[in-house]
């Protein structure tokens, strides 16, 4: 059965950091592309950024492009997003994903729980 843990979500000023995680358990993490995306109030799911089984190669959105930066331990079948210069439309739950870009979904039969991030001032 897969499990995941997702967390790090909170309440931050425009302008700060989050550190997401997500672990997971019950599933081939360490050989598997991963992703993180992220649901906005009254919107869809959306791609946020992708990682390779591996961690060496990594892509990203173009609205989070250069603030956001995703790694793995695949040791500790973690998942992390490290969230800088946040803004006020990063506001979502976000969720980790397998998968690429455009073919990302769910770890397992659904979604986790996801963790919500706020950015207000």
């Known amino acids: 059965e897969v499990q995941l843990v997702e967390s790090g979500g909170g309440v931050v000023q425009p302008g700060g950091s989050l550190r997401l995680s997500c672990e997971v358990s019950g599933f081939t993490f360490s050989t598997a592309m991963m992703s993180w995306v992220r649901q906005a109030p009254g919107k869809g799911r959306e791609w946020v950024s992708t990682?390779?089984?591996?961690?060496?190669?990594?892509s990203y959105a173009s609205f989070v492009q250069g603030r956001f930066t995703m790694s793995r331990d695949n040791a500790k079948n973690t998942l992390y997003l490290q969230m800088n210069s946040l803004r006020t439309e990063d506001t979502a739950t976000y969720y980790c994903a397998t998968g690429g870009s455009s073919s990302w979904r769910p770890v397992g039969e659904s979604w986790g729980q996801g963790t919500q991030v706020t950015v207000s001032s």
């Open positions: 990682i390779t089984s591996g961690g060496r190669s990594t």
